[in-house]
């Protein structure tokens, strides 16, 4: 019996075969090759976000930030965190000086103070001196899940003490020498808790004015009782946290 004719195969059709099959395993190459990419930029983000898991904001973080340049060597800072027309806070430097036979005493002092009709509260430390404000490294969580305590005291809180003679200086307090560093602030709107920050810088010198707190902004977590990371501005600025290492500073300074 004749066998059927074979069927004919155009170039063409041979071809297509041809590049179909080449085709076939270019996309497979691609396919793994993706693939590992792919994995590989995966594994970078989980970096990535691990690094960042420090100084990631809060859920539905709505945070009010103000800019300012407050250069305070003697007198007052008013510290408005809402702009409702009512200091929240209030910075004083103020000094004095003194004289004995020819020996010149000069002393200064840097305090904080929350407004009364606000229920405010800074972080901080009872101190054999009287109450202490923390300086709080940036990034650390400044709200109920901060590493240090709150202290609602009705007297201002020390932030740094400055003393001068002919002799010698001396200075004490958090703050002087530490860099940038942040107050950690606690205050009510409407009798609901908010949690902000103000970030400064306080130097001292041996001469007039023997200390200098520059404020350069402040925030507050819009949303009631919900944490704010000391520095955020509800945006990142690519300035690293401190993290770990300033949440554990804060937690030995508040146990000193």
Known sequence: MPKPPTPAISPAEGTFATVSKVRRGSISRKRCACSSVLERKLALYTL???????????AAAQVIYTKTNIILTDGVALIDLNHDGVADFTLTNFEISSRYYSQVFREGWLNVRGAASESPAVLGQ?????????PVPHGVPIGSDSPAGFLQDQSPL????????????????????????????????????????????????????????IVSGYAYEATPNKSIPAGYRGFSDGVDPEGSLGALSLGAAARR
């Open 126 to 134: 009872s101190a054999r001196r009287g109450p202490v404000a923390l």
């Open 158 to 213: 020390s932030m740094g003490y400055a003393f001068v003679n002919n002799d010698s200086h001396s200075v004490r307090g958090r703050f002087p020498n530490a860099g940038t560093k942040y107050l950690g602030l606690r205050f009510t709107i409407n009798g609901q808790v908010h949690y902000g920050w103000a970030r400064l810088n306080v130097t001292p010198a041996t001469f007039y004015p023997l200390m200098t707190a």
């Open 48 to 58: 990535a976000a691990a690094g960042a898991a420090a100084f990631t904001a809060p």
